[in-house]
């Protein structure tokens, strides 16, 4: 049993950070909220996701599991105007989702969740250094860094106390320092990693540019990056693996 | 003989209203007004268009014939800015348009009207069921069809007295139900035809989102599209032929 | 030696005056300012371009010259939000351009300036005539010829004291006339070429809306395009070599 009534917006935000990374995903409808985990097929980016109950106008499910291709979802979420709820409703015998939207009533077609990728088991690293800092910093450093090359270092100076970006191309260098003064806070400690540009593009798409965005470091780890949205009440954690660094 | 000046948003929306269906078309300069009629290579979606001699800051024609390139024309009248006026006179000697917008002239070749496919004989159908709508509810209907389907039907529920939209996907369905509520008015009537959602697409590019727009409606039967603009004074009248339905 | 300081919005309107016409170009770092002359592959079309160094916060150089590939230069400018300042150091070391953006330093590769496309004496001509108009009337010229034709004729008629632009299609023409009241100023004289529109829509393309232009003109003359930004601080001067004239 599955039926919840959510706002356009929240719906949408959620659905756009997991599609960055995957086409199709297992939604668990848990009784407290919405779960999703997927990971790339290269296996090097990963997302958890979570929507509390209390993100719902209404909200009432036992657990079940529903696979969905995300771009048929996003673009029926696309047809409510703002401010505009969405209702959905899982009818258990056609295996379908009804999805209504003042007075619009779509079927979707549900994806055997068996046929979907299995979901990552995403892993409980204990990384040293934690930088937060706003959306649109995130987005500042990877557009920076996308001038030059395809890879970007992040990483904590411990002993001048910054938090930063490097990227080098055959010509040209981009370098980023963002202090104290500039960050949200910052917990220093060893942290210098390279990541695949490519990744960092497509999560820094779901990453509003006025939210709060905390970024967990270690050296040659992976970073975890974590946001939340509809008025916190949403979760998302990317973890992206390093590249091993060429020297 | 033919003179006549009027703005550029006017002339804009009615060659806009015939040039989603023909590149090409015959207008005839009568005396109170321009008159167009078209019908597409196909011969599914015809159009029927007035532009009363009122609609013009001033206005003289003797009842000639001149075909025109509406592409050419476009590219012309977007030259002008919000509130300009555009001064058409027909050169009778050379068969060529004269076009004036603020200082600037435009010399248009004429098509021969004898190279321009004949006209449409729109029918005088007698379609039970009338529903009344604003253009952004016609706008909402094609653009959640199109999410499924290359199909539309359009019919209204007696019994309940609603109009109602209708597309079958492969594997989705859209259903929109549109109440009187919803309605400016519905005349109830038997009606349900499916049509091609290619020209009703085209067609909807050129009706305003916030225009009255009347929907005339049978069984298995063509639509008939009517809107008006220029406050009024221009009017236009699409008729879409129906697709037979496969069961 | 050369430190500057300058707001994003200058270096941007400097680089995209050039880069209209080409790819490199050498930069003379002057102890007054920098100046910037290229010439395009085909010798048609010419800049002239200086930039003083009161249009800059700071500004120190000792006369050097520099080589730069121009669509770097304006990608790294475009990273500064409106009203942050960029600023430049060459390292003499390594000749590289060092550049900062509140905290984001990008290291540019420098070109070697003897690679870089010989510089233009652009010639002292006299033109006989000179019209003085803002950039949108330069803008509405260039759209309105471009619907017909690949070319443009600049000229005045003596007698009637007006500026015109003619362009000549196969079967449509476009004239626009702009008197003395439609013009900010205008010197008469004998005036009539004919230009490539390629060069001209793509010298437009720098040239602001709301600028006042000066064009000095002759008979089978090349034309003097000539505009002001920066508060005036800074110049470019655009020279096109005419068509000539098939009759």
Do not use: W
């Not at 009804?98 to 079927?107: A, K, R, W």
């Not at 979907?116 to 930088?131: K, M, N, T």
């Not at 002993?159 to 917990?187: K, M, P, W």
């Amino acid at each position: 049993m599955f039926k919840a009534i959510v706002s356009a917006e929240t719906l949408t935000s959620a659905l756009d950070s997991i599609s960055v990374l995957v086409d199709e995903c297992k939604i668990h409808l848990e009784e407290d909220g919405l779960e999703i985990r997927a990971v790339d097929p290269a296996n090097v980016g990963m997302v958890d996701l979570s929507l509390d109950a209390s993100a719902f106008e209404s909200y009432e499910a036992d657990g079940g599991l529903i696979g969905v291709d995300l771009s048929r979802l996003e673009d029926i979420a696309s047809m409510a105007e703002s401010g505009q709820l969405v209702q959905l409703e899982l009818d258990e015998e056609t295996r379908k989702l009804q999805i209504q939207i003042e007075g619009l009533e779509y079927t979707l077609a549900l994806i055997d969740p068996d046929s979907i990728r299995q979901e990552p088991d995403i892993p409980d690293l204990d990384l040293p250094a934690e930088v937060i800092l706003e959306g649109k910093d995130v987005n500042r450093s990877v557009k920076a860094a996308d001038m030059v090359s395809d890879h970007i270092a992040l990483g904590v100076d411990e002993g001048e106390e910054y938090f930063y970006v490097d990227a080098e191309g055959d010509t040209d260098d981009v370098h980023l320092e963002l202090t104290e003064a500039d960050l949200i806070d910052l917990q220093v400690g060893p942290a210098h990693s390279l990541f695949s540009l490519d990744y960092l593009k497509d999560m820094n798409k779901a990453i509003p540019s006025d939210t709060e965005v905390t970024l967990h470091l270690g050296e040659e780890f992976p970073v975890k990056i974590y946001f939340g949205f509809a008025e916190g009440q949403g979760q998302v954690t990317y973890m992206l693996a390093p590249r091993i660094q060429s020297d």
